[in-house]
């Protein structure tokens, strides 16, 4: 049984940085695609990046240049390096993780990020 686990998140002020984990585990199988996703109160949930095993990363216009997303292959993990944040990022933050495009996705619990003073 695949279980896809985030942590990181908490409550920062604006122009802070937080760093978010996700590690996915129980599969036979690496996770060539993993993602952080996000979803704000009454919003859609919405892409921040997404990064394969390769290490090609693919970023949301608003939020490149602020975020990072980077993995460890051997523990099938992903992170998300978040700086210069602002209260608009204040969200739920998903990971999501799949063998490849089109596989089965698994996703977290979900991770709250607030960013207020």
């Known amino acids: 049984q695949v279980q896809v686990v985030e942590s990181g998140g908490g409550l920062v002020q604006p122009g802070g940085s937080l760093r978010l984990s996700c590690e996915a585990s129980?599969?036979?199988?690496?996770?060539?695609?993993m993602g952080w996703y996000r979803q704000a109160p009454g919003k859609q949930r919405e892409v921040v990046a997404v990064i394969t095993s390769g290490g090609s990363p693919v970023y949301a216009d608003s939020m490149k240049g602020r975020f990072t997303i980077s993995r460890d292959n051997a523990k099938n993990t992903v992170y998300l390096q978040m700086n210069s944040l602002k209260p608009e990022d204040t969200a739920v933050y998903y990971c999501k993780a799949q063998r490849g495009i089109g596989f089965t996705a698994y996703w977290g619990q979900g991770t709250q990020v607030t960013v207020s003073s």
């Open positions: 129980g599969g036979t199988f690496s996770m060539n695609v």
